[in-house]
């Protein structure tokens, strides 16, 4: 009887450290963290997005990296450990796949935007023609060599005759976000961000809209970076970005599905 509990104890022991570091494997594999580099101007409808999608997946972590798309994309050409990309222009995810940065494969469409003239809450400004008037100092767009709501904005102005018109007046600013401030604070008289941005502002108003026919569609594609070490975790938050809550929320912010858009 004492032989047979002494076989026993071991095998029992053995049995139990299966079990223990199956446990272990378990616990640390289904904790996921991805992270997310996406434009400065999806950040308020991103964070509520990461609200509802880690609710329903707790084992997920997103962390988003923020900033203009043409930064964002610098990062990733460095080597920054990213997983999903989500740039406001096409030019900068083109860049990366031409150097096979992303999985191919996985890139696709994601959102719209309009471009908007904005200025502060009392300006007494009305539309575009205004802007090359004495009562205008300052404009602020985004820088056009990094940022595509900069890029959009100088194809629109040039395709309303105000760009050379306007050079000694222009701002430029880091990202869309800066531009917004820029206009909320009054240190501009009038500045160009998208839509989704002036619904975000404090004190200002839109004067007018861009007209789509003088500048690119403004369209937003996502993509995995081929460097992800979670990229079935990666594919499925990208499957809910495209999906019916996610929309939702994205309308909610002032952002068109790109089918909405029209070309020039």
């Known amino acids: 009887m004492k032989m047979k509990r002494l076989l026993l104890l071991p095998l029992g022991m053995f049995i139990l ?26 950040q308020d409808a991103a964070r509520e997005i990461e609200q509802v999608y880690t609710r329903e997946n707790p084992n997920v972590t997103l962390t988003y990296n923020f900033a ?9 050409e460095e080597g920054a450990p990213v997983d999903l990309f989500i740039s406001a222009g096409q030019s900068q995810m083109d860049a990366l796949e031409e150097k096979g940065l992303i999985i191919e494969d996985s890139r696709s469409d994601l959102l719209g935007n309009e471009l ?13 023609d205004e802007l090359t008037g004495d009562q205008v100092n300052k404009i602020s767009i985004g820088a056009p060599e990094s940022v595509p709501a900069g890029k959009y904005a100088r194809e629109a102005l040039t395709g309303m005759g105000l760009w050379d018109a306007i050079q000694p007046k222009l701002v430029l ?3 869309v976000r800066q531009v917004l401030t820029y206009v909320e604070t009054g240190n ?12 975000m502002g404090d004190n200002i108003k839109v004067l007018a809209a861009a007209p789509a026919d003088t500048h690119k569609p403004i369209v937003y594609p996502m993509a995995i970076i081929k460097n992800t070490k979670q990229q079935a975790a990666t594919e499925a938050f990208m499957n ?4 019916p809550e996610a929309r939702e929320i994205f309308a909610r912010y002032g952002f068109k599905n790109p089918g909405e858009l029209k070309a020039p």
């Open 17 to 42: 450290l299966l079990v223990l570091t199956g446990c272990g494997d378990n616990d640390s594999s289904e904790k996921i963290n991805l992270t997310v580099s996406a434009a400065a101007s999806l």
């Open 116 to 128: 908007v003239l904005i200025a502060g809450k009392d300006s007494p400004l009305s539309g575009f």
């Open 240 to 243: 809910f970005l495209d999906g």
């Open 188 to 199: 501009v008289d009038a500045g160009l961000v998208y839509h989704s941005d002036a619904l």
């Open 173 to 175: 600013a880091k990202d």
């Open 68 to 76: 203009s798309s043409g930064a964002l994309q610098k990062q990733i």
